[in-house]
């Protein structure tokens, strides 16, 4: 499906090739075929990669059915982070695009609304809002631990290869903050992601979240938080709820 703005925009055109999706997935069989038949074909991105974190269902098989995928494939579990470092060392565009990979009802659209702000220079990161994003993220108008992002591939340094297992985006805000970018929220309607308790059951739900909490609070203090928030409330740059046409 071809996005017409792409056509009429010269700047935009330029940029189609360059563009890296890169997808961490750990046991994520169910949902990110989905996710996939989103981002194959887009064209505004230059590549996929998904980062297959040693799964134990068939996540690697249903990737493997996609033409223009690249599968990376771990050997052992090292966590969010470890999947994402791995699929940038492999990645080329100059412009990241991260999303995960258990988004239900994401579309080609979607992704264009993300990465126009960025593209088109109104930001330099942009951010997505998922629709079930918890209530008091979607008051404030910024999830900041969402995993949907687009920024460039010259914001990151070496140092996140050493981060807990889910540091990676609060990392990032802090570098958001240091350089003082312009920040984009898109909101993305239609767009969710399953609590982990819907995904693993109640008590590995649980333990799941405090695992993540624990990895954040080690990358970010309590405190540290809710000054990253703050900040990045006032780095916020408004973009247009219109979408894109497509």
Known sequence: ?????????????SDRSQVSCIVPAYNEAQRIGGVLAAL????????????????????????AAFRNVR????????GKTAALDAGIRAS???????????????SPLHITNLILPVVEDRAEIAIS??????????????DYISGERVFARSMLGEEF???????????????CIRQRTRIAVVKWMGVESPYKNQKYGLVQGVMADMK??????????????????LRMLRLRVKVSDRPALI
Not at 71 to 78: C, E, P
Not at 96 to 105: E, H, K, R, T
Not at 161 to 175: D, I, T
């Open 92 to 106: 080329t565009g100059s412009l990241l695009l991260l999303v995960d990979a258990d988004l239900i009802g994401l």
């Open 40 to 63: 194959v074909g887009h064209p505004m991105i230059k590549e996929i990669i998904v980062v297959d974190d040693a799964s134990t269902d068939d996540t690697a098989e249903v990737v």
């Open 161 to 175: 290869k050493a981060l807990p297992r889910f540091g990676f985006e609060v990392y990032l805000n802090s570098l």
């Open 212 to 229: 993540m909490l624990l990895d954040i609070t080690r990358t970010v203090s309590p405190f540290g938080l809710l000054l990253q928030i």
């Open 1 to 13: 499906m071809e996005d017409k703005r792409l056509n009429q925009h010269p700047d935009i055109q």
């Open 71 to 78: 599968l990376i494939a771990l050997q052992r579990n090292g």
């Open 129 to 142: 809002l998922r629709e079930n994003a918890p209530w008091l993220w979607r008051w404030i108008g910024l």
